[in-house]
């Protein structure tokens, strides 16, 4: 019972402001750790908040990333589908004369082939592609179908040194008519003309389609430089593709039509 | 006379705990009653005396360091400490009893001498539970200071000193 005493004895004391130099004094004494736990509790708190709002920001980091990795797949989705719709155009520009139907396909290229002679092509025979099927851009001839799977096929570059193709020059008016080889890179060799026949620099090189395996009608490149050895009864002629052949990404396959 | 002086003293770093640190983090109303925790542990063990010390001293120091009219708060620890071992001697020896008082105490010390929290609110409750919750983690410090240390030989040793 003493202490409710003592207790109501200082609130007595308290109540005429007697106790007011105690008070001054402890405040004195424990202020500064009073202070000092303030403090801690102030930065403890600050800290506590910094770690939560970083926790935030990763989460939106992530979502950021999240969605910026979704924007780029739907930005090369677009640009493919933008290089589809420009190749279509391109090509319905074109008359087709081939008596052929087209068929849109993809260059995968083919990683095993060093000399980039060969691309593999994103359709194959379930889309109806045979072996033999020229390959084109525009009037353009890109190269020919060599191997067939059910998804996939493989072609040859009209550069590639494995492709023989029947040309003629198309500005002359003799026709002057050779053998096109490919010899890597974007050059071609047009072989086994005729001495008396003329060919010119600058000449636009078609097939003549005489070999039976590619069609007529379609740009070789054109005649950047003569070889005339005089040893040699023959000419030949260097021709450049006027496409970048290593830079399509869409083509079109000539399949037969079905029977 | 040891005994009194460290629960002085532990009263002295509960109330700067509770006046300071914890009122940052948590608040007026969430805060917990410390010194009648405290106190009320001291009770669970049945030092009524000490309990009885502890809430006036405790409730001193609140007074003394914030502006509550000196000698209020101890007036009002004291009692709820009164009331704690009535109930115990007469009425219902639980310690789930001596817990409702406590939170009773702590709200209406609260209420009267603090922040006006309203009542119900999940911020008071978390406070109450808070200061109920604490009656068990100095429970077994008192039991250590009373069953161990204020009787070993060791402690009459350094009070000889």
């Known amino acids: 019972m003493r202490y409710i005493l003592i207790s109501l004895f200082i609130l007595i004391l308290g109540f005429f402001e007697l106790t007011n130099p105690v008070k001054s004094a402890v405040a004195w004494v424990f202020t500064p750790f009073q202070f000092g736990l303030k403090q801690i509790a102030d930065s403890s708190i600050e800290t506590m908040k910094f770690f939560g709002s970083l926790n935030k920001v990763r989460q939106n980091n992530l979502f950021l990333l999240e969605k910026t990795a979704e924007l780029e797949s739907k930005i090369v ?6 290089e589809e719709n420009r190749a279509l155009r391109e090509q319905l520009e074109i008359e087709n004369t081939f008596e052929r139907n087209l068929l849109l396909a993809n260059i995968m290229g083919n990683a095993q082939d060093l000399t980039g002679s060969t691309f593999v092509l994103d359709r194959g025979s379930s889309h109806g592609v045979k072996a033999g099927d020229n390959v084109i851009r525009r009037n353009y001839l ?28 198309l500005d002359e008016p003799s026709r002057t008519e050779g053998l096109a080889e490919g010899q890597y890179g974007s050059s071609i060799v047009m072989k086994r003309v005729l001495p008396n026949e003329n ?9 003549s389609g005489k070999d039976g395996v590619y069609l007529p009608g379609l740009i070789i490149g054109k005649v950047t430089r003569i070889v005339e050895v005089p040893t ?14 290593t830079k399509l990404s869409k083509v079109f396959i000539l399949t037969s039509p079905a029977l | ?7 002085f003293f532990v009263n002295i770093v509960l109330v700067l705990f509770q006046n300071s640190f914890l009122f940052v983090f948590l608040g007026g109303e969430a805060n917990p009653n410390l010194i009648l925790a405290f106190a009320f542990s001291l009770l669970l063990l ?31 620890f004291l009692l709820a400490i009164y009331i704690g071992l009535f109930i115990k001697k007469y009425l219902f020896k639980s310690w789930v009893l001596q817990l409702i008082v406590l939170m009773l105490s702590t709200y209406l010390g609260k209420q009267y001498l603090g922040s006006h929290p309203e009542f119900g609110t999940f911020r008071l409750l978390s406070g109450l539970l808070l200061t109920a919750g604490m009656v068990f983690a100095f429970y077994p410090l008192n039991k250590y200071l009373f069953t161990r240390l204020f009787v070993s030989r060791k402690f009459l040793e350094i009070e000889r000193i």
């Open chain 1, 232 to 245: 040699e009864p023959l000419k030949s002629a260097y021709l450049e593709t006027i496409i970048d052949l």
């Open chain 1, 77 to 82: 989705e677009l640009k493919n589908t933008e």
């Open chain 1, 199 to 207: 060919i010119g620099v600058g000449d636009m090189i078609v097939t």
């Open chain 2, 46 to 76: 049945d030092k009524s005396e000490e309990a009885l010390f502890s809430a006036f001293v405790g409730g001193l120091l609140i007074d003394l360091l914030g502006f509550t009219m000196s000698g209020l708060s101890s007036l009002v």
């Open chain 1, 142 to 169: 890109v190269g020919i179908v060599r191997e067939v799977s059910a998804q996939r096929s493989l072609a040859d570059y009209v550069t590639s040194p494995s492709s023989s193709i029947a040309v003629v020059d």
């Open chain 2, 1 to 7: 006379m040891k005994k009194y002086l460290v629960i």
